[in-house]
């Protein structure tokens, strides 16, 4: 005969061990643990961290070579808002936001706005891709010197695509890591 009022959590559980309920607690608390772990560490990979200091500056010293031929130079840019964006051919998220970068291109080039793309890509991709899809807006070809541009005004990871506002003073107002929204577009327009 035996004096346990519960006879499964005796035989589950030798003496000094948690039952079976603790342990599935401590499991659970463990998970939730790693779990937010884990988004804080994705949060702060993606978003952007803080400028190298002289980017801007050297930004605006910059010149890229066209895709069709002559180069951008960024100093000719100067004096007017400019949405940078760092994108790839093979970057699905680039791609698909392209469309609507040229439609904010389209409506807000008469209020002064700008638009520049920054192929991360090979030559003869971009080509072939503006081909198929074309841009009003210029593009200019970074290859993987725009990944050091891109980290030097806070894109650690080198992620795409990356976007960055820049007023019309030169200064960076907005940074974007990922694919850019109708409502970040919204956000930025009345910037100058």
């Known amino acids: 005969m035996t004096n346990s009022a519960n006879p499964t959590e005796s035989a589950s ?104 793309g920054l192929a991360i890509d090979q030559p003869s991709a971009v080509r072939k891709f503006l081909a198929r899809i074309p841009l009003e807006f210029p593009v200019g070809l970074a290859g993987l010197g725009g990944t050091d541009l891109g980290r030097a005004l806070g894109n650690l990871t080198g992620g795409l695509p990356f976007t960055v506002v820049l007023g019309g003073e030169g200064r960076v107002l907005h940074r974007k890591m990922g694919q850019v929204t109708p409502q970040d577009l919204q956000l930025w327009a009345p910037l100058r």
């Open 13 to 116: 559980a030798p003496a000094g061990m948690p039952s079976p309920a603790r342990r599935r607690l401590l499991y659970a608390g463990v998970a939730g643990a790693a779990a937010l772990g884990g988004a804080g560490f994705a949060w702060w990979k993606f978003q952007p961290h803080a400028l190298q200091s002289g980017a801007e500056e050297a930004l605006w010293g910059m010149e890229f070579e066209k895709p069709g031929g002559g180069s951008v130079v960024m100093k000719s840019l100067a004096g007017k808002p400019l949405l940078l964006n760092f994108w790839a051919t093979w970057c699905p998220p680039c791609v698909e936001e392209l469309p609507m970068l040229n439609a904010f291109y389209r409506e807000h080039v008469a209020k002064g706005w700008q638009v520049l």
